[in-house]
């Protein structure tokens, strides 16, 4: 069954750091782009990164720019979010997905569940 | 960055057609692709490249591009198509490629 399960989200005080995990599972990962998508409470859909197989190609959202790093380790078919410089307007369900090639352009075909984070004094 | 519209809701009786709008400059260029996000669930993707199904999504679901607008069709719409979508394209040329649109709320009267 392929699978994304995040993990590594929680409560945490702005200016302070937060690293996100996706563990995937049941595809081979390093044939695939991946993606860090978040949700806002009762609000839409927000790419945040994006990272081709190969960690050759990164995009980063104009909001999280210079403050989140994506990265893969494609031993461990593992994603990963290092949020830096947090801020109230980061409080959003943060989802792992798979992209549909290798390269960034295609859509996301697997989706996690979601971890939550929470910026917040 | 470049910016994709959709209207914020859109009503449907059950068995009619539901057509969702997404609307950008000069869209028809870029490959749109479409997801189905109900209360409390991760988004599923329902179209991809403008057009094409994903399996296990049935054909009552299609898509179009052309110009300045996108069209996802709900043909034979069910309770169950009840959710949000949204529509995405990845904007190579710019420095936030990755642009969801701003959803619409299908409901079914």
């Known amino acids: 069954e392929v699978q994304l399960v995040e993990s590594g989200g929680g409560l945490v005080q702005p200016g302070r750091s937060l690293r996100l995990s996706c563990a995937a599972s049941?595809?081979?990962?390093?044939?695939?782009?991946m993606h860090w998508v978040r949700q806002a409470p009762g609000k839409g859909l927000e790419w945040v990164s994006g990272?081709?197989?190969?960690?050759?190609?990164?995009g980063y959202a104009d909001s999280v720019k210079g403050r989140f790093t994506i990265s893969r380790d494609n031993a461990k078919n593992s994603l990963y979010l290092q949020m830096n410089s947090l801020r109230p307007e980061d409080t959003a369900l943060h989802y792992c997905?798979?992209?549909?090639?290798?390269?960034?352009?295609?859509?996301?075909?697997?989706w996690g569940q979601g971890t939550m984070v929470t910026v917040s004094s | 960055s470049y910016v994709l519209t959709q209207p914020p809701s859109v009503s449907v009786a059950p068995g009619k057609t539901a057509r969702i709008t997404c609307g950008g400059n000069?869209?028809?260029?870029?490959?749109v692709h479409w997801y189905q996000q109900k209360p409390g669930q991760a988004p599923v993707l329902v179209i991809y490249?403008?057009?094409d199904r994903p399996s296990g999504i049935p054909e009552r679901f299609s898509g179009s591009n052309s110009g300045n607008t996108a069209t996802l069709t709900i043909s034979r719409v069910e309770a169950g198509d009840e959710a949000d979508y949204y529509c995405?394209?990845?904007?190579?040329?710019?420095?936030?490629?990755?642009?969801f649109g701003t959803g619409t709320k299908v409901t079914v009267l």
């Open positions: 997905a798979k992209g549909g090639g290798q390269q960034l352009v295609h859509g996301f075909d697997i």
């Open positions: 049941g595809f081979t990962f390093d044939d695939y782009a």
């Open positions: 990272i081709s197989w190969n960690s050759g190609s990164i």
């Open positions: 000069n869209i028809g260029s870029k490959s």
């Open positions: 490249y403008d057009s």
């Open positions: 995405q394209v990845w904007d190579s040329s710019s420095d936030h490629p990755g642009v």
